[in-house]
């Protein structure tokens, strides 16, 4: 168990109970990692409340007749339903944040988890650089490192049905959706680890490091 007190992952098909809600609702980790997470969501990091919009609710007739049994929009909600539930977190804010959220360019994508970046390898998108001219509401780039981070639980806790939204990342976000792209690097220039951030204070925080310790060897405990 974590500091958060759920885990790392938790269940998309059967709620806690009240009291145990309660619990996880007024849970000062978990308060903070939902806030950071929503405010991902509302500014459309990775393009989370786009793919959302498409696949967890519905777009149109078309769209549902052509989404696999199993897959539904309704499917893919009801989970997303249960699992916010059961990290303590209240549905209708969930849904203000993709509303808020879904027509804003997709941006962060040096940030994102490596499952996610593994998903956009797979679909044969190489690295996105979208942190230096976006500044709606979340100042800093330092920041939405920072809020990448805090974000972090939250996103542990959902990991597998939030992977899950990237599979048909290339059709399901239009291109005029993302900001800045990068062609692939390859041969020495491939690696982000020279990449940094610069905070508030003046300080640098080296994308690697982050990625370390955000997605690679955090604690469990």
């Known amino acids: 168990m974590n500091n958060t007190g759920i885990g790392a992952l938790v269940s998309t098909t059967s709620q806690i109970n009240g009291n145990q809600w309660t619990a996880r609702n007024v849970n000062p980790a978990l308060i903070a990692g939902r806030g950071a997470f929503l405010g991902l969501i509302r500014l459309n990091v990775w393009g989370l409340a786009t793919l959302l919009s498409k696949k967890a609710f519905e777009v149109n007739k078309a769209t549902t ?3 696999p049994n199993g897959k539904k929009w309704w499917d893919i909600q009801a989970k997303f339903r ?3 539930w059961n990290v303590g977190g209240n549905w209708d804010k969930f849904l203000s944040a993709v509303n808020a959220g879904k027509n ?10 490596a499952g996610i970046k593994a998903k956009l390898k797979a679909q ?8 230096g001219s976006y500044n709606q509401g979340i100042g800093e780039p330092a920041t939405l490192a920072t809020t990448a981070a805090s974000a972090s639980a939250i996103y542990l806790a959902l990991k597998p049905i939030i992977d899950d939204l990237f599979d048909k990342f290339k059709s399901d976000v239009p291109a005029d959706f993302l900001d800045e792209f990068e062609e692939p690097k390859t041969g020495a220039d491939a690696s982000d680890t020279g990449s940094s951030l610069m905070s508030g204070s003046g300080t640098l925080i080296g994308v690697a490091a982050l990625a370390a310790i955000y997605f690679g060897t955090m604690s469990k405990k």
């Open 104 to 113: 804003k360019k997709a941006l962060g994508f040096k940030l994102a988890p």
């Open 124 to 131: 044969g998108i190489g690295s996105y650089s979208a942190l």
């Open 82 to 84: 249960i699992a916010w």
């Open 65 to 67: 007749d052509a989404q």
